[in-house]
């Protein structure tokens, strides 16, 4: 098997199991609905995840141009809605649901759904790839890859924006979930960013879906090690550290997972 051919094979290798990882969080996530609110945001963003980490695979396992290319493209039906999968997952996690009516997911849809359609008819306009499309990647393209680019990055700085602060307005566990998830969102981002900007170490390798992994790995920690899911994040410095009631939050296995100042008189009875 020659090089090239090799790498080819250890990178699809490498996504299909970060497809997989995504896939395992998305199948935990959704078991966990009746649970949290957040499930729902966390299983569609783990699904755009597993199609962009699956598809892009599948066009490292391809050797023909064609298939090559057909595959690239569609790793744009994950990753031109990963973003907004991950906005809708901040907005519940940090409680903010509220914004989350039909009208408004309606508007959030558009430009996913404009940026499938116009990579699809960029024959008839090039307003998508704008010239540049080819088997590697696409760093540049046309003015509505652009303007879905800024509109993705506009997306990740508020939901990141949510995280930080709900990590920041939190303890105890609920900072430490706010803490993983924040942390596990950046890492794919980071990859991207390198990609653009021409910092990559692999010039045409897209590094985001590589790193799937690394974050489907800290997800799967904030599950099944603190809880995520288990327990709603609550905006504790309003619902919790101010009350001057005692409030004791458990999770499903009646582990104590935060406690307010009110109520912390009150452990010694218990125990």
Do not use: C
Not at 83 to 112: C, D, E, M, Y
Not at 180 to 189: D, E, H, R, T
């Amino acid at each position: 098997m020659a090089y090239n051919e090799l790498m080819n094979l250890n990178y699809a290798i490498a996504l299909l199991i970060s497809a997989a990882i995504s896939l395992m969080i998305a199948i935990t996530a959704w078991k966990r609905r009746s649970a949290s609110q957040a499930a729902t945001g966390l299983v569609i963003a783990m699904l755009a995840q597993t199609v962009w980490a699956a598809t892009y695979g599948a066009r490292w396992m391809a050797s023909e141009p064609f298939a090559q290319h057909s595959w690239l493209d569609a790793t744009y039906i994950g990753a031109a809605f990963e973003t907004t999968f991950f906005l809708i997952f901040a907005l519940q996690f940090t409680g903010h649901s509220r914004f989350l009516i039909r009208r408004n997911l309606a508007l959030l849809a558009i430009v996913p759904i404009l940026t499938l359609l116009l990579l699809y008819t960029d024959d008839w306009h090039g307003l998508f790839f704008g010239g540049l499309h080819n088997t590697n990647l696409i760093f540049d393209g046309g003015p509505w890859f652009r303007f879905f680019m800024f509109y993705s990055y506009m997306q990740v700085i508020i939901f990141i924006g949510l995280l930080f602060q709900a990590y920041l307005r939190t303890s105890g566990v609920f900072r430490w979930q706010a803490g993983s998830v924040l942390f596990a969102a950046f890492l794919p981002i980071a990859g991207n960013v390198l990609g653009l900007i021409g910092f990559s170490p692999f010039p045409n390798l897209d590094l985001t879906p590589f790193l799937f992994t690394a974050s489907g790995l800290i997800y799967a920690y904030a599950l099944f090690g603190l809880g995520l899911l288990d327990v709603a994040p609550v905006a504790r410095d309003l619902l919790v550290e101010k009350m001057a009631d005692g409030v004791i939050v458990s999770d499903s296995k009646n582990r104590i997972m935060d406690i307010n100042p009110a109520a912390q008189p009150a452990i010694p009875v218990m125990i």
